[in-house]
């Protein structure tokens, strides 16, 4: 079955724009979680949705904010970008039952902002 | 707080040979541990993990990681690496009830030939 599909792979913006991201999570999959990961960060917990409600946030900004629709899609915005909002944004959706089960990823979207 | 620590930013070794990728983790509580491996411009793929029960863990790829409680680590282990292992690799926990991995910052493996 197909995977975890992000869109787009790569972006460009300047500061002060704004970004939306998209997740496409595996059929059937329930909870989708974003992470960012940056060569000084690593991997950081951005939030984690299920059945379109927030369920766990990470310490970023509210800057960053997402949602999920009800066929399980994701989005996640990016409002008044700063240089360090580069980042590989990486998506992973799992059955949703709790964090036992795999997290599948998507290979993630790019962000470079100028 | 849970926290999640590989003590190696990088590790070359000779193919063939073995390996060892280190991982300590911080909790006061029950905890389920993660081995996920990332292949250049790819996103995350799980390797193994642990969630209770034997200690010792086998995964894909020959890959194996021993929970060792009172050393509070996770480390990964592979008798005889391959080229194609060439990745990095990332230790992640996640709290019982808390819906999140926090992971390690990351070992870029390297396989010299």
């Keep these: 079955?197909?995977?975890?599909?992000?869109?787009?792979?790569?972006?460009?913006?300047?500061?002060?724009?704004?970004?939306?991201?998209?997740?496409?999570?595996?059929?059937?999959?329930?909870?989708?979680?974003?992470?960012?990961?940056?060569p000084g960060q690593g991997l950081q917990f951005l939030f984690e949705y299920f059945s379109e409600t927030q369920r766990n946030k990470g310490n970023f900004p509210g800057r960053f904010s997402g949602r999920q629709f009800s066929n399980s899609r994701s989005e996640m915005?990016?409002?008044?970008?700063?240089l360090g909002d580069s980042a590989l944004y990486l998506c992973a959706s799992s059955l949703g039952g709790t964090i036992t089960g795999e997290l599948f990823f998507g290979e993630g979207s790019r962000l470079t902002v100028l | 707080a849970q926290s999640v620590t590989q003590l190696d930013s990088q590790v070359p070794v000779f193919e063939e040979a073995p390996v060892e990728l280190r991982c300590n983790y911080s909790s006061s509580v029950s905890v389920y541990l993660f081995w996920y491996v990332q292949y250049p411009n790819?996103?995350?793929q799980l390797l193994l993990k642990y969630l209770s029960g034997s200690t010792?863990?086998?995964?894909i790829n020959g890959f194996e990681a021993e929970f060792n409680k009172s050393q509070t680590s996770f480390h990964l282990r592979k008798p005889s690496v391959h080229i194609s292992d060439t990745a990095e690799y990332f230790c992640a926990g996640a709290i019982q009830g808390a819906q999140?991995?926090?992971?390690?910052?990351?070992?870029?493996?390297?396989?010299?030939?």
């Design chain 2, 100 to 113: 999140k991995l926090v992971f390690g910052q990351g070992t870029r493996l390297t396989i010299n030939p």
């Design chain 1, 1 to 38: 079955k197909a995977g975890v599909t992000q869109t787009p792979r790569y972006l460009i913006k300047t500061r002060g724009q704004q970004v939306t991201l998209s997740c496409s999570p595996i059929s059937g999959h329930r909870s989708v979680s974003w992470y960012q990961q940056t």
């Design chain 2, 56 to 59: 010792l863990v086998k995964g």
């Design chain 2, 42 to 44: 790819q996103g995350l």
């Design chain 1, 77 to 82: 915005n990016v409002s008044t970008l700063e």
